[in-house]
């Protein structure tokens, strides 16, 4: 489903903005979730592989 409504969005600029409204609700709460793991269990930084940069 959110796949057709991103496919919707490319052509409606308001179906793209509750999209866009939406996905972003879900950004919030896994940033929230993994702001009081972190402070709960500590950073996974030490066993996270390194992040490649070009």
């Given at each position: 489903?959110?796949?057709?409504?991103?496919?919707?969005?490319?052509?409606?600029?308001?179906?793209?903005?509750?999209?866009?409204?939406?996905?972003?609700?879900?950004?919030?709460?896994?940033?929230?979730?993994?702001?009081?793991?972190?402070?709960r269990?500590?950073?996974?930084?030490?066993s996270?592989?390194?992040?490649?940069?070009?």
């Amino acid at each position: 489903m959110l796949q057709e409504m991103v496919a919707a969005g490319w052509s409606d600029d308001a179906v793209a903005r509750q999209v866009l409204a939406l996905l972003q609700g879900w950004m919030d709460i896994l940033e929230e979730v993994a702001r009081e793991a972190e402070a709960r269990f500590g950073s996974s930084a030490r066993s996270a592989p390194p992040i490649w940069r070009p």
